[in-house]
T-cell receptor, first 114, second 114 residues
């Protein structure tokens, strides 16, 4: 079982550019969440996708958008990058049906905006 | 989600029990207590969760006070590999599609010494 995978591992972008990060959930999981973790801080919830729809959203601007595909994989898009968007972006997956308490996190994508 | 308060750092000798406290005095009746940890440069890892009874699994034990206003995570025989940031989170269960958002605080940096 591959667990949650994310790509790329590292990324360097310039202010004003756009970026797309990708996540494949753990086998059997259908719900994907994205988190942003600034250096020295805990992860902050961005949004959650289930059945290809955004179900919950944290306090992030519309520059942050996402998508979930029929195979449950997901993308996080960030437009008009700011320096402050530099962070570790984490993807987490779980099963949406029933009561499943633990979420599984991927290793993250380190985004640096210069 | 209820706010949690944790000490910023703790030390523990290898082989001894590590007891990590968490205060969640505003926790509501439908909120569980979750513990995750994050080893340097990795994604968070689920440890354990509980509602009001004490819980134990292969990784740790969770002791929740009777009034549910605080809890303690116990690693019975800490090893160097347990050095990590430990997060205590109060959140509704992750059942269904309306839940699953995890609100991370700053966590406790646990350092296990030889």
């Amino acid at each position: 079982d591959a667990g949650v995978t994310q790509s790329p591992t590292h990324l360097i972008k310039t202010r004003g550019q756009q970026v797309t990060l990708r996540c494949s959930p753990k086998s059997g999981h259908d719900t994907v969440s994205w988190y942003q973790q600034a250096l020295g801080q805990g992860p902050q919830f961005i949004f959650q996708y289930y059945e290809e729809e955004e179900r919950q959203r944290g306090n992030f601007p519309d520059r942050f958008s996402g998508h979930q595909f029929p195979n449950y994989s997901s993308e996080l898009n960030v437009n008009a990058l700011w320096l402050g968007d530099s962070a570790l972006y984490l993807c987490a997956s779980r099963s949406g049906g029933g009561f499943h308490y633990e979420q599984y996190f991927g290793p993250g994508t380190r985004l640096t905006v210069t | 989600d209820a706010k949690t308060t944790q000490p910023p750092s703790m030390d523990c000798a290898e082989g001894r029990a590590a007891n990590l406290p968490c205060n969640h005095s505003t926790i509501s009746g439908n909120e569980y207590v979750y513990w995750y940890r994050q080893i340097h440069s990795q994604g968070p890892q689920y440890i354990i969760h509980g509602l009001k009874n004490n819980e134990t699994n292969e990784m740790a034990s969770l002791i929740i006070t009777e009034d549910r206003k605080s809890s303690t995570l116990i690693l019975p025989h800490a090893t160097l590999r347990d050095t990590a940031v430990y997060y205590c989170i109060a959140s509704p269960s992750s059942g269904g599609t309306s839940y699953g958002k995890l609100t991370f605080g700053q966590g406790t940096i646990l350092t296990v010494h030889p």
